[in-house]
């Protein structure tokens, strides 16, 4: 069986732009790299309309955006519709299939969007909601969203914001506009910038980039309201580089969490315990400096783990009763690469 998979990349050094790649799941190799668009920086994609849209982050020049390509009849995606405004460009892309709607994090304005989609690739802006704050950190001058993404019921949909050290809550309407119900502030310092839900939508796992740890909370379905109960580091303790902390993934069973370290160039895998806390059981070396994103494949037998400083994919198979990671391959060439996604 061969899996097709986006990479979403940078496009500041050899890239060009939004690339596919296939693995073939009997003999465990990647091949046939393929440029699917000249896209300026899509650097998180994601699909839609049972894989038929591709919405991807757009950069060109001194402008930003979100864009789309539609399946064609021979297989091959065309770019359908491109929305663009002054300034930089969003980091994060999700598709609410249930209302039809994108959601759209902006790291550098703090801003998080929503539009109305289409199966032909349309896009129509519908919310803005515009944070506001600062934090101890550096790097927390203002707010900078990171995510904006559903829970498992598809109920609400919760924002990462690195910038405020907050994850807020929103009841989304079916025109799609944003009501804010909750916020969470987390630890001065912590920059949350992904998070996930544990399969049973009751609790969270929040990813704080800046410093390197995991938030377990637990997550009230009917108000949108987080309440935290663990906070562990996601680097050994005789670890003392720099690192920051990237994507993160749950297993489909509920068993197993994932998160992969920048600077200490790893994916650490924890194993949920009977209370949803977190015990670290392994940490796996990337073969690759800073592996900005990884993704299971559909079967979850395998992870392949993209490089943005080395241009590389390492691939991993995944032991389903163990959660732990072998390492297959670190060779496969890829530019740039900051975001993996199974189409």
């Given at each position: 069986?061969?899996?097709?998979?986006?990479?979403?990349?940078?496009?500041?050094?050899?890239s060009?732009?939004?690339?596919?790649?296939?693995?073939?799941?009997?003999?465990?190799?990647?091949?046939?790299?393929?440029?699917?668009?000249?896209?300026?920086?899509?650097?998180?994609?994601?699909?839609?309309?049972?894989?038929?849209?591709?919405?991807?982050?757009?950069n060109e020049?001194?402008?930003?955006?979100?864009?789309?390509?539609?399946?064609?009849?021979?297989?091959?995606?065309?770019?359908?519709?491109?929305?663009?405004?002054d300034?930089?460009?969003?980091?994060?892309?999700?598709?609410d299939?249930?209302?039809?709607?994108?959601?759209?994090?902006?790291?550098?304005?703090?801003?998080?969007?929503?539009?109305?989609?289409?199966?032909?690739?349309?896009?129509t802006?519908?919310?803005?909601?515009?944070?506001?704050?600062?934090?101890?950190?550096q790097?927390?001058?203002?707010?900078?969203?990171?995510?904006?993404?559903?829970?498992?019921?598809?109920?609400?949909?919760?924002?990462?914001?690195?910038?405020?050290?907050?994850?807020?809550?929103?009841r989304i309407?079916?025109?799609?506009k944003?009501?804010d119900?909750?916020?969470?502030s987390?630890?001065?310092?912590?920059?949350?910038?992904h998070?996930?839900?544990?399969?049973?939508?009751?609790?969270?796992?929040?990813?704080?980039?800046?410093s390197?740890?995991?938030?377990?909370?637990?997550y009230?379905?009917?108000?949108?309201?987080i309440?935290?109960?663990?906070?562990?580091?996601?680097?050994?303790?005789?670890?003392?580089?720099?690192?920051?902390?990237?994507?993160?993934?749950?297993?489909?069973?509920?068993?197993?969490?994932?998160?992969?370290?920048?600077?200490?160039?790893?994916?650490?895998?924890?194993?949920?315990?009977?209370?949803?806390?977190?015990?670290?059981?392994?940490?796996?070396?990337?073969?690759?400096?800073?592996?900005?994103?990884?993704?299971?494949?559909?079967?979850?037998?395998?992870?392949?783990?993209g490089?943005?400083?080395t241009?590389?994919?390492?691939?991993?198979?995944?032991?389903?009763?163990?959660?732990?990671?072998?390492?297959?391959?670190?060779?496969?060439?890829?530019?740039?690469?900051?975001?993996?996604?199974?189409?």
């Amino acid at each position: 069986m061969t899996i097709p998979l986006l990479l979403g990349t940078y496009t500041r050094a050899t890239s060009q732009g939004l690339y596919m790649i296939d693995f073939d799941q009997q003999s465990t190799t990647l091949a046939n790299l393929q440029l699917i668009d000249d896209i300026g920086s899509p650097t998180y994609v994601t699909t839609g309309y049972a894989g038929k849209v591709i919405f991807t982050i757009v950069n060109e020049g001194d402008q930003g955006g979100v864009g789309t390509l539609v399946k064609q009849a021979d297989g091959s995606y065309q770019r359908q519709n491109t929305l663009l405004e002054d300034g930089p460009a969003p980091c994060y892309v999700a598709f609410d299939q249930e209302r039809e709607l994108l959601y759209e994090a902006n790291y550098h304005t703090g801003a998080l969007s929503i539009y109305q989609t289409t199966a032909d690739g349309q896009l129509t802006l519908t919310d803005r909601i515009q944070h506001a704050g600062s934090s101890v950190h550096q790097n927390q001058d203002g707010p900078h969203a990171h995510y904006f993404d559903l829970d498992v019921a598809d109920k609400f949909a919760l924002s990462c914001d690195l910038g405020t050290d907050e994850v807020s809550t929103y009841r989304i309407s079916e025109t799609g506009k944003a009501e804010d119900i909750s916020t969470l502030s987390v630890k001065p310092g912590t920059g949350p910038r992904h998070l996930t839900f544990h399969p049973n939508g009751e609790y969270v796992y929040i990813f704080g980039e800046l410093s390197s740890e995991i938030l377990v909370g637990t997550y009230d379905q009917a108000s949108g309201e987080i309440e935290l109960i663990q906070t562990l580091s996601t680097l050994p303790g005789d670890f003392n580089g720099e690192s920051s902390g990237a994507a993160i993934r749950i297993s489909n069973d509920g068993q197993f969490l994932y998160a992969s370290n920048r600077g200490h160039d790893s994916i650490v895998v924890y194993h949920i315990q009977e209370d949803f806390t977190l015990k670290v059981i392994q940490w796996a070396e990337t073969h690759g400096q800073n592996p900005r994103d990884f993704n299971f494949t559909p079967d979850e037998q395998f992870i392949i783990c993209g490089h943005q400083h080395t241009d590389t994919l390492s691939l991993f198979q995944r032991d389903a009763s163990s959660g732990k990671l072998s390492l297959l391959s670190t060779d496969t060439i890829a530019p740039e690469v900051v975001c993996v996604t199974p189409l």
